[in-house]
Nanobody, 123 residues
């Protein structure tokens, strides 16, 4: 069974950093395009970042551009989201999602999702 597990969330002060990890169980992420989404209660889910299966295509939402960096490790076991310069409005549950798409597309429906990890930015 294909499973995704997020980790690395937590409580951080404004301006701080966190690195989220999305690990795969039962398959190699190397065959999949992986995206990070976030959702805060009362708000719509937002696609934050995406990296395609080759690593050559990346997407960042305007709200995180210049602060967040997505990457995949050489073993294709995990995908990371390095978050720097965190702001209060970055507070949300962050989810990773994976699918066999070739490229990051706004309309793509990801078949596999993790359970989410909470990121709280607070002073």
């Amino acid at each position: 069974q294909l499973q995704l597990v997020e980790s690395g969330g937590g409580l951080v002060q404004p301006g701080g950093s966190l690195r989220l990890s999305c690990a795969a169980s039962g398959f190699s992420l190397g065959y999949y395009t992986v995206a990070w989404f976030r959702q805060d209660p009362g708000k719509e889910r937002e696609r934050v970042s995406c990296i395609n299966r080759t690593g050559g295509g990346k997407f960042y939402a305007d709200s995180v551009k210049g602060r967040f960096t997505i990457s995949r490790d050489n073993t294709e076991i995990a995908v990371y989201l390095q978050m720097n310069g965190l702001k209060l409005e970055d507070t949300a549950v962050y989810y990773c999602a994976a699918g066999p798409a070739l490229w990051c597309s706004q309309s793509y429906v990801y078949p596999y999702w993790g359970q989410g990890t909470q990121v709280t930015v607070s002073s």
